[in-house]
């Protein structure tokens, strides 16, 4: 059967005590969910949701991650830290981050390959904005998203990478890809990882789409058969909502 993996971003939502409850709610509504489920808190939160998520199948993840190990760096996560509290993946190259604090291909790949190195699973979020594909440029945008984002990434390490796409202009604003339009760009994009890591690997890539995920869309999506998966926001703040789209089937 096909394997599909969930993941909730939770953004810059929720104190300690609510997170705590939230993944309290979704560890008991889950424990018999047959998919891959991961939920990234907010940083101050980690430690409390780890605790909470003890025993449980669902994956914690953060959101972001310094670039570098250690050192000099005001107001930066590091990925020993995050390793510390029990995080298993991280999402990197957000559209938010890229557009609003500037992160560059760059300087996610190298997030994407100090990750790797040390353990953790990546999720690389790829995605144009409306301008973008309304200029005709979104072959070009992602196409160079996903080679320099797995820039130097080996083989072997690319098999612990997810990639997310997410349109960025249906992010947050209620406006869904249709599930044909985004399998075709998730075609496209097993067609980048095709040419980067051979057929075989580009075909078990895990391909999750993001923006606007609901419970009332995520089966046709996912019914795709380039869409292995959803990296939900909004929906994924409330058990109501986030439980039904990781049982979709
Ligand atoms: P929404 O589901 O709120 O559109 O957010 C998608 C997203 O950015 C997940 O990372």
Redesign the pocket.
Known sequence: MRSYYVAG?WKMHKTVGESVALAKALAAALADCGEKVMIAPAFTSLAAVAEALRGSKLILGAQNMAVEEQGAHTGEVSVLMLKDLGVRAV?LG???RRHTYGESDALVNRKVRLALAHGLEPIL?VGETLEEREAGRLEEVVGTQLREGLAGVSPEDFKRVTI?Y?PVW????GKTATPEDADSVHAFCRKVLAELYGPSAAKSACIQY????KPENAAALMAKPNIDGA?????SLKPESFVPIAKFR
């Not at 993001?210 to 995920?213: A, C, D, F, I, T």
């Not at 990296?231 to 929906?235: D, I, K, R, T, W």
């Open positions: 971003n999402i957000h559209s938010e979020c997310a997410e249906a992010i947050g604003t993001g923006g606007s995920v990296l939900v926001g909004g929906a």
